[in-house]
């Protein structure tokens, strides 16, 4: 293979161009493979990582950030060297939002929102339990942030920080209840348990209502597992507090969960959140929408879900920034994930490998460069509901600030 680098004219503009160009301005050293067999290489050093144009279909249409995706999940391109440094790219090359795609998410927002949230998690979670503890941690299975205390401790070392920090910021003590919204894999159901709280875990899947069954089954607690979304769930006496682990990302009707869990709460009642989040509601890539998070999945707008809290009768007690946290734990997925590749391919698909590896080190980047941030925030239930200001009085405060700007 011969290596030269490339004037302007070296091809006519097409999709092959504009990521020749792309590349020429990535401030890392990389390299691009054309089907002729050279090898083109951008910048001083050895290439950090390399393009390889595997057939015709990379250069079809024009090149945008899903189309460059797409390419990589068919085959269509194969990528060797360090993912977050070609992640770089995306911000070189054209955003794509198909109109089909904003069509599908109007749709979905115009539907039953338990509708719509049930059909988002059964597209993510379509494969089974097996497929996520690949990469998760090994002893509570968390999908959301693990929290660390230093930059080389153990995820497992992480997640249980995580559940020291839920207890010690809701007070917990042996015989209290706690509702647990996605109780995902069970590992804070298994965790309060074991400490003597009678934990209630929500899901909308029944495979994970069947593994955390399984899981508490032994223990003094087992937990009571029940298949229905937190906005149908109506308890038959108040929760001494609640916890949302890395869901409210499936539920972007903040008024209404509001509401739901003021009525679940006794008074003083605490609610402990944590998610990822985006500065703008619904901010998301075509690719994320297109394989990983379809329906109307937003990361948390925390100045939303903030307003509506205050709006529904709670005190907002704390909140704490943990992107860096989020970005190690997805670090470290994603290193789990590839070294389970044979198996994953093997069992589930090399697609099915190739889109979820873009998804788990799209997420290192999008943290380390903070187009993705994250928070716990912990409340705390009044007395009194609060004003719980209708359609009228929320268009007041509309216009009131377009006014004073």
């Known amino acids: 293979m011969m290596s030269d680098r490339p004037s302007r004219g070296y091809l006519a503009p097409d999709p092959t161009d504009q990521l020749i160009a792309a590349m020429e301005e990535l401030a890392v050293p990389c390299g691009l493979g054309l089907l002729d ?4 290489t951008f910048g001083d050093g050895a290439p950090v990582f390399r393009i390889l144009l595997r057939n015709e279909l990379p250069l079809a249409g024009s090149l945008t950030d899903l189309s460059l995706a ?3 999940v068919n085959g269509d391109i194969d990528v060797e060297g360090d993912i977050p440094s070609l992640l770089a790219l995306r911000e070189l090359v054209p955003f794509a939002f198909p109109v089909r795609q904003m069509l599908r998410l109007v749709s979905d927002l115009l539907l039953p929102a338990t509708v719509a949230n049930e059909r988002a998690i059964d597209f993510h979670y379509s494969l089974d339990d097996d497929f996520y503890l690949t990469f998760l941690d090994r002893r509570y299975h968390f999908y959301s942030q693990c929290l660390f205390e230093s930059e080389d401790e153990t995820l497992e070392g992480a997640a249980e920080h995580k559940l020291e920090r839920m207890w010690s910021a809701l007070e917990l003590k ?7 919204i996605g109780g995902g894999w069970g590992g804070l159901a298994a965790y309060a348990g ?23 089954r032994g223990g003094s607690h087992p937990a009571e597992v029940i298949v229905e979304d937190v906005l149908d769930h109506v308890p038959s006496h108040p929760y001494d507090h609640a916890v949302i682990f890395g869901v409210i990302e499936h539920v972007p009707n903040y008024r209404r969960f509001c509401r739901r869990i003021w009525g679940a709460l006794r008074e003083g009642g605490r609610l402990y959140v944590d998610a990822s989040a985006t500065r703008e509601k619904y901010a998301a890539t075509a690719f994320t929408r297109e394989y990983t998070w379809s329906g109307p999945h937003s990361c948390l707008a925390l100045q939303d879900l903030i307003e509506e809290l205050l709006f529904h009768g709670f005190d907002v007690l704390h909140v704490r920034q943990e992107s860096h946290d989020y970005e190690l734990t997805m670090w470290h997925w994603a290193q789990r994930f590839d070294a389970s590749h044979a198996t994953i391919a093997d069992r589930w698909s090399e697609e099915v490998y190739r889109a979820f590896r873009l998804f788990l080190w799209g997420g290192v980047y999008g943290f380390k460069t903070n187009r993705l941030q994250a928070y716990s ?5 009044r007395a009194d509901a609060g004003p719980r200001p209708g359609n009228l009085r929320r268009l007041g405060h509309f216009l009131g600030s377009i006014v004073s700007r």
């Open 194 to 216: 074991e400490r003597g709280v009678n934990v209630t875990s929500l899901t909308l899947a029944r495979e994970s209502a069947e593994y955390i069954r399984q899981r508490t």
């Open 70 to 72: 797409r390419a990589y």
């Open 174 to 180: 042996p015989g209290m209840s706690l509702l647990d």
């Open 37 to 40: 067999g050279r090898l083109l």
């Open 377 to 381: 925030l912990v409340a705390e239930r």
